[in-house]
Nanobody, 125 residues
Framework: VQLQASGGGLVQAGDSLRLSCTAP????????ASWFRQAPGKEREFVSV????????YYADSVKGRFTISRDRASNMVYLQMNSLKPEDTAVYYC???????????????????WGQGTLVTVSS
């Protein structure tokens, strides 16, 4: 497993959760890290991305103002702080990393070559 995501769970609408993603024993160079999600019966969709070196961030409109992505370069960790959760945020959340050079806010799943196993977030109304 190249990336490991954790922190999912069952919460109520309006609650917060923080997801974590680590790259244990990373041997590849990182240019950006992102979070995607996939709800039941739907395609995987982009949530947020952070540039590994500069720290710049970009969000999907659906989560802007509620979610915050961050990273700790020293520990190879990426976080997704999710506030004001809504039932429509229910999904399996995946962390992804891009080890191919490129300083851009990539938002397609095909732009990323390293993936974690996903963590389930369920938001009840």
């Amino acid at each position: 497993v190249q990336l490991q995501a954790s922190g999912g769970g069952l919460v109520q609408a309006g609650d917060s959760l923080r997801l974590s993603c680590t790259a244990p024993g990373r041997t590849f160079r990182l240019y950006s890290a992102s979070w995607f999600r996939q709800a039941p019966g739907k395609e995987r969709e982009f949530v947020s991305v952070i540039l590994w070196n500069g720290g710049g961030t970009y969000y999907a409109d659906s989560v802007k103002g509620r979610f915050t992505i961050s990273r700790d370069r020293a520990s190879n960790m990426v976080y997704l702080q999710m506030n004001s959760l809504k039932p429509e945020d229910t999904a399996v959340y995946y962390c992804a990393a891009r080890s191919i050079s490129g300083n851009y806010y990539y938002s397609r799943s095909t732009d990323y070559d390293r993936w974690g196993q996903g963590t389930l977030v369920t938001v009840s109304s």
